[in-house]
Each structure stands twice: as structure tokens, then as C-alpha cells.
């Protein structure tokens, strides 16, 4: 494969390494990917795997201004 195609792909990392960077347990990860309430991951095979650009637009779409504000009240992205 060549460099310029490898620089392009994503990063996947597995549920532990995922945990650890949002600085969850890798349980509460898995209940929120069953609940739907989490990261975009993918399924390769039997292996679960997040993209790490999926994780840091997991974080993007978290953000809140005030305690008053649910997730409904904030804009999607394409809103912004």
C-alpha cells in the first residue's frame, strides 16, 4: 500500500484503547454503544472498532454551554 493511502485512513482503535482516551471504563463504553447513545464504531469481522476521528466528534457533539441545556437544545453541526 502506498504512504499517501495510509496517511488517509482512519486510526481504529478497540473498545479499551477507545475507553481510555474519553477517559471512560470500557463498560460504560459498551453501554452506551448498546444503548445508542455513544461514539460511531464500526464492526470488522467480530471486533469492535472506533475510528478515532469518530471518537473526537462523539466529544464535538457532547459540548454544552449550561447545565440547563439537554441535548435536544443543542444544534447539530450541519445546523452551525
Request: proline letters at 6%.
Amino acid at each position: 500500500m502506498s504512504e499517501k493511502t495510509e496517511k488517509t485512513w482512519p486510526r481504529f482503535v478497540r473498545t479499551p484503547e477507545a475507553a481510555r482516551l474519553l477517559d471512560l471504563s470500557p463498560r460504560t463504553l459498551e453501554k452506551h454503544r448498546c444503548d445508542g447513545t455513544g461514539p460511531v464504531y464500526h464492526k470488522l469481522g467480530g471486533r469492535v472498532v472506533y475510528a478515532v476521528s469518530d471518537l473526537q466528534a462523539w466529544i464535538d457533539a457532547c459540548a454544552r454551554q449550561s447545565t440547563a441545556e439537554s441535548a435536544s437544545d443543542h444544534p447539530s453541526d450541519t445546523e452551525r
